[in-house]
């Protein structure tokens, strides 16, 4: 699904506008994403839990070379099934 069928899905389902639906939809995101810059985590029940993972520095493989490369540390956005949302697609 796209995100413009998926906007259009939840203006159908909010009797909505897409343009409102759109706008909700990009509230939430930079929301989401606003919150896990300052390393928040956003858990919402029966859905599941946005967080920040530290991804240490490590050494790598360059593929093409085969040469070693130094990967630097990192952070990067995590996001976990509730149950209910697991058991929901079963």
Known sequence: MTKAEFIEK???KGETTKRQAAEALDLVFSTISEELKKGEQISVPGFGKFSVVKRAARTGINPR???K???KATNAPKFSAAKALKESVK
Do not use: E, S
Request: proline residues 0%; without cysteine.
């Open 10 to 12: 939840l203006a159908l």
């Open 65 to 67: 070379t085969k040469k």
């Open 69 to 71: 490369i130094k990967i």
